[in-house]
């Protein structure tokens, strides 16, 4: 069932919900940035079928949550972290649930530990699936390093040239308004989170965390490597981490295990949960 939900600012925010017939766990999922919600039917089937109620949010710009002109649009991180969760934190199906777990892919899973940081939701869990720093030093060699921070230039260039981020065109991230790429971009350049026009010591906080946290990197990733992941869980008050191997003949990257393994990422997140 798609609904939404006003956020603080006045914002429509568009989500999913997956009721199963029984279950004490419910699943909030953050998407990738530029991914739209659709795109994790099959990961949220599979979590339906164990007995999870699952929430996904759709992020601003997107098909549930669409707003006119983005490109002049100006939300950023911040607005998703003070107005966004906190709205959905509040529906009867989150705010009542005996157990809620705040779940991430890649920019998902930022937000919802920088989240969780600030107090403004208060799951029982996190826990981030490819997500990682995007600071070109967890590149493993010269080359890739080199690679990294090229990207990292053009994506502040262009944005500040054009006033927004064409990625529907450039193939990185869909078309974003220019506060959500400062933000990426600060922290792919220095190594941590400082949000536009948000003064919030989001570092501090991070290595303050006590509530349970896993991080997952997913083999055959491309964009988030194992050492990607590390560096952000050592911030995040040393989280814990796990690796996601891909089954025999199953090639996976980035984006493509939410289709082709779901189950397979599940599986350990399940595991964990067992033990929190």
């Given at each position: 069932?798609?609904?939404?939900?006003?956020?603080?600012?006045?914002?429509?925010?568009?989500?999913?919900?997956?009721?199963?017939?029984?279950g004490d766990?419910?699943?909030?999922?953050?998407?990738?940035?530029?991914?739209?919600?659709?795109?994790?039917?099959?990961?949220?089937?599979?979590?339906?079928?164990?007995?999870?109620?699952?929430?996904?949010?759709?992020?601003?710009?997107?098909?549930?949550?669409?707003?006119?002109?983005?490109?002049?649009?100006?939300?950023?991180?911040?607005?998703?972290?003070?107005?966004?969760?906190?709205?959905?934190?509040?529906?009867?199906?989150?705010?009542?649930?005996?157990?809620?777990?705040?779940?991430?892919?890649?920019?998902?899973?930022?937000?919802?530990?920088?989240?969780?940081?600030?107090?403004?939701?208060?799951?029982?869990?996190?826990?981030?699936?490819?997500?990682?720093?995007?600071?070109?030093?967890?590149?493993?060699?010269?080359?890739?390093?080199?690679?990294?921070?090229?990207?990292?230039?053009?994506?502040?260039?262009?944005?500040?040239?054009?006033?927004?981020?064409?990625?529907?065109?450039?193939?990185?991230?869909?078309?974003?308004?220019?506060?959500?790429?400062?933000?990426?971009?600060?922290?792919?350049?220095?190594?941590?989170?400082?949000?536009?026009g948000d003064?919030?010591?989001?570092?501090?906080?991070?290595?303050?965390?006590?509530?349970?946290?896993?991080?997952?990197?997913?083999?055959?990733?491309?964009?988030?490597?194992?050492?990607?992941?590390?560096?952000?869980?050592?911030?995040?008050?040393?989280?814990?981490?796990?690796?996601?191997?891909?089954?025999?003949?199953?090639?996976?990257?980035?984006?493509?295990?939410?289709?082709?393994?779901?189950?397979?990422?599940?599986?350990?997140?399940?595991?964990?949960?067992?033990?929190?």
């Open positions: 069932m798609n609904s939404t939900v006003r956020a603080a600012d006045g914002h429509l925010i568009g989500y999913e919900i997956r009721r199963p017939g029984e766990t419910t699943v909030v999922f953050l998407p990738a940035l530029g991914v739209p919600l659709g795109y994790y039917a099959r990961l949220f089937d599979v979590w339906s079928a164990a007995g999870r109620t699952v929430v996904g949010v759709e992020h601003r710009g997107q098909p549930l949550s669409p707003i006119a002109g983005v490109r002049r649009g100006r939300f950023g991180y911040s607005d998703i972290i003070r107005a966004d969760l906190p709205a959905v934190f509040a529906l009867p199906e989150v705010s009542e649930a005996r157990r809620t777990v705040l779940i991430g892919h890649s920019m998902g899973g930022a937000l919802a530990l920088l989240a969780t940081a600030a107090g403004t939701v208060t799951p029982d869990a996190v826990v981030t699936i490819a997500t990682g720093t995007s600071r070109c030093a967890a590149e493993f060699g010269p080359r890739r390093r080199v690679q990294r921070y090229a990207s990292i230039r053009v994506v502040r260039t262009v944005t500040r040239a054009l006033g927004y981020w064409p990625g529907h065109r450039l193939g990185f991230a869909g078309r974003q308004p220019s506060t959500v790429m400062r933000d990426w971009a600060y922290e792919a350049s220095h190594g941590r989170f400082r949000l536009h003064p919030f010591d989001y570092e501090a906080a991070l290595s303050e965390l006590t509530t349970p946290r896993l991080m997952l990197d997913i083999e055959g990733d491309d964009l988030i490597n194992p050492r990607a992941v590390a560096l952000l869980a050592k911030r995040a008050a040393k989280a814990e981490r796990m690796r996601v191997r891909t089954t025999d003949g199953v090639r996976v990257d980035h984006f493509t295990w939410a289709r082709r393994m779901p189950a397979e990422v599940t599986a350990p997140i399940d595991e964990w949960l067992a033990t929190v």
